[in-house]
C-alpha cells in the first residue's frame, strides 16, 4: 500500500450506496483483519457486525449493511495500539475502494460494545462502517464535513519542528517529507490535529497537545487513538523502531509525551 497516495485520496464517508461488500472485498478485509500488528505489541481484535442483524447504526450515516469494530485490553499505550492497527484497516479499505469514517461518539456505544462481546477490561474505542460510497452525499454528511472544516489541514510548520518547539523542522529528504505529509493529512477526532513531532537526529518524538472533552467516560482519550493514526502513517513511510522513553524536552501545559521513533 502507498500509505501517502492513500491518504490523499481518502475522506471519511457517511454516506453509502446501500450495496453489501462483493463476497472478494468481504474475504479480502476479512483475510487482512486475521492479523494486523502495531508496534506497541498489544494485540487487537477486529469483527465484522452486520448493521441490521446487530442493530447498529448511526445518526450521522445512511445506507450502511456492514461495520467493522475492534477490541483491546485496556493497557498503558492501548489507544495508540488500536489507532495503529485501525488505520492500517483503514487504509487497505480505501485501496480496495471501500468506504470508511471513524465513529466514537456518534453512536449508541453499549449496543455496539454488547455487538462486539466487550468484556472485563476490554474496550472498544472506535467503530467504522464499510461501504461503497454513495454518488452523492446527504446533507448530514455535508453539513458535518463543512463544520470541522474536513478539508482542511494545520501547515507542516505548526506540527513539526526541530530539536525544540520553536523552530518548525524542515528536510529535503523524500522519504521523511512523504511520512511527515501523510501525518499531517491524516484523520483525527473533529480535525483536530492533536499530533506535534519534534526531530532529533535519527529520532522523531511524538507529543499529543490535549484539547479538552476527548475521554469520553473519563478512562480513555481519543485523542490517543489519533496519535497512534499518526504513527501507523508516519511508520508505514519511514519505517523505524519505536520507543517510549521521554527525551525531557520542554513542553507547554497539554502537550504530552507518547512515543519515539527512531530511523
Known amino acids: 500500500m502507498n500509505t501517502l497516495e492513500l491518504a490523499k485520496e481518502r475522506r471519511s464517508v457517511r454516506t453509502f450506496d446501500g450495496k453489501p461488500l462483493t463476497v472478494q472485498d468481504r474475504e479480502a478485509v476479512a483475510a487482512f483483519i486475521e492479523s494486523i500488528p502495531n508496534p ?8 465484522l457486525l452486520d448493521a441490521k442483524e446487530n442493530g447498529l447504526y448511526s445518526p450521522v450515516i445512511k445506507g450502511e449493511t456492514l461495520y467493522v469494530a475492534a477490541k483491546t485490553e485496556k493497557a498503558p499505550h492501548s489507544e495508540e495500539a488500536f489507532g ?3 488505520e492500517q484497516l483503514v487504509l487497505f479499505a480505501q485501496s480496495l475502494g471501500i468506504g470508511t469514517t471513524w465513529i466514537g461518539g456518534t453512536f ?14 476490554e474496550k472498544m474505542y472506535c467503530a467504522s462502517p ?9 446533507i448530514i454528511e455535508a453539513t458535518m464535513r463543512k463544520g470541522v472544516r474536513a478539508d482542511k489541514r494545520k501547515a507542516a510548520s505548526e506540527l513539526f519542528f526541530e530539536r525544540d ?23 483525527s477526532a473533529v480535525n483536530m490535529q492533536p499530533w506535534r513531532i519534534v526531530n532529533d537526529g535519527s529520532a522523531f518524538h511524538f507529543y499529543l497537545s490535549h484539547k479538552k472533552g476527548y475521554n469520553p467516560d473519563g478512562e480513555w482519550d481519543i485523542q490517543k487513538v489519533d496519535m497512534g493514526i499518526a504513527l501507523c502513517h508516519f511508520m508505514n513511510i519511514a519505517g523505524g523502531n519505536l520507543t517510549v522513553e521521554n527525551p525531557g524536552i520542554n513542553t507547554e501545559n497539554g502537550v504530552e509525551y507518547i512515543a519515539t521513533v527512531t530511523i
Request: aromatic content about 14%.
Open 40 to 47: 506497541f505489541g498489544l494485540p487487537v481484535e477486529f469483527i
Open 84 to 86: 495503529y492497527s485501525f
Open 108 to 121: 449508541k456505544r453499549e449496543i455496539f460494545e454488547q455487538a462486539a462481546k466487550i468484556k472485563g477490561n
Open 130 to 138: 464499510l461501504g461503497y460510497p454513495a454518488a452523492k452525499m446527504s
Open 165 to 187: 518547539f520553536s523552530t518548525p523542522f524542515k528536510t529535503d529528504d523524500k522519504i521523511l517529507s512523504d511520512a511527515l505529509e501523510a501525518v499531517r493529512i491524516a484523520p
